[in-house]
């Protein structure tokens, strides 16, 4: 009987945990045998390059292998935020279909119905992160590295996605309000990020208004700050930084 190879064995150990798992979406790293993934495999066969690997990460992210969103979910959170008597709606609408490939739209809509933010977001947001393990061995050469992370994402299940991208759309408006700590200028070089002057020192001075966070959709890295302008009855942009 022939021995496994390396990159078998990788994806063999990875498989067996993900599967062992049943369902459970929590991104945990597989428990790979640290000693094999000593061995440098730089020479083998069977080597990966990054190309490859980023190739076939694009290519998953693609599809998200098939997962879908059986029926439409509206998540809501009533919130205080462009005034102190009466909550503003916050909704953020997902349609049923393809994880990938799909649009969702998030609003902010006040008591008497008027629309103070409204934005579109790809629907596979919620899943950007679920073939990212969690941490990686160490020690180990960048060729079995590259081939741990191909092994994590390929042996992740359409069911784990589906179940991963439920929470986080569930979790989604968790830590929207936020101190305004968060956007306080502690050197002159941080003005820069200041991208409504006006509105930005107003929501600063005053005791009743509020800051909130709203993620990047179209981007992996970066925060956005966002205030209610009572003078424009909308909500705006006021602080953003890489």
């Known amino acids: 009987m022939k021995p496994l190879s390396s990159f078998t064995f990788y994806f063999f150990s990875i498989a067996i945990f993900f599967f062992s798992a049943c369902g459970n979406d929590k991104k ?31 290519s998953l992210r693609q599809t998200y292998k098939g997962a879908m969103i059986a029926e439409q979910i509206k998540q809501i959170m009533l919130a205080n935020f462009s005034n102190t008597q009466t909550p503003d709606t916050f909704l953020l609408t997902i349609p049923a279909g393809p994880v990938s490939g799909t649009k969702s739209i998030l609003n902010i809509i006040t008591s008497d119905g008027n629309i103070i933010y409204a934005d579109t977001l790809r629907t596979d947001y919620f899943a950007y992160e679920i ?40 979790a989604f408006f968790d830590g929207t309000f936020v101190p305004k700590s968060e956007i306080k200028i502690n050197r002159p070089d941080e003005e820069e990020y200041i ?3 006006k509105l930005y020192e107003e929501t600063i001075a005053s005791a009743d208004a509020k800051v909130i966070y709203i993620p990047c959709f179209d981007c992996e890295e970066g925060v956005s700050y966002y205030a209610y302008s009572k003078e424009k009855n909308k909500v705006l942009e006021i602080f953003a930084h890489d």
Do not use: G, H
């Open 195 to 197: 991208t409504d002057k």
């Open 131 to 170: 073939f990212i393990p969690d941490s990686i061995p160490q020690n180990i050469s960048e060729q079995s590295r590259l081939k741990f992370r191909s092994a994590y994402m390929n042996a992740v299940t359409k069911e784990q996605i589906e179940n991963y991208v439920s929470k986080k759309i569930a």
């Open 28 to 58: 945990t790293t597989p428990a790979v045998a640290p000693d094999s993934l000593k061995t440098n495999t730089d020479s083998t066969p069977n080597r990966l390059t990054e190309e490859e690997y980023n190739t076939e990460y694009d």
